[in-house]
């Protein structure tokens, strides 16, 4: 009898076992480093795209107008009027903390990890 419910306390603790590590590995492809959102700040504000998700973004700020290309989860500056051009020789931003720069332009570009935000602030 003795071993019997020592058995059952050993199948118990397996499972909590199981589902501990279970949860474990399940955090581990949480978003977190593999999911990163690029921020754009321009003149007209702030906007948020997936880094995952390759596309071009045209905008115009302080009546410049550029081309950002998110390409293989990084993003650079494609093509931008600016007199000095710096932006488009910065490179490609694709780590957290990673900004491009348009001084002219006043834009900027930041790398952020997570997700692209829903708008859970609350404003005001
Ligand atoms: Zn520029």
Request: charged content about 20%; hydrophobic content about 45%.
């Amino acid at each position: 009898m003795i071993s019997k419910k020592r058995t059952w306390l050993d199948i118990i603790i397996i499972a909590i076992a199981l589902v501990i590590s279970a949860l474990l590995i399940g955090l581990k492809f949480l978003p977190s480093e593999g999911d990163l959102t690029l921020s754009v700040i321009s003149e007209g504000g702030e906007s948020e795209y997936s880094l995952s998700e390759n596309r071009e973004i045209e905008l115009m700020s302080n009546g410049i107008s550029l081309i950002i290309r998110i390409e293989n989860s990084s993003a650079y500056i494609l093509s931008s009027e600016c007199p000095n051009g710096i932006c488009m020789k910065q490179g490609r931003a694709k780590r957290a903390g990673d900004t491009v720069v348009c001084a002219p332009a006043g834009v900027a570009l930041i790398i952020k990890s997570g997700g692209v935000s829903h708008g859970d602030a609350v404003a005001g």
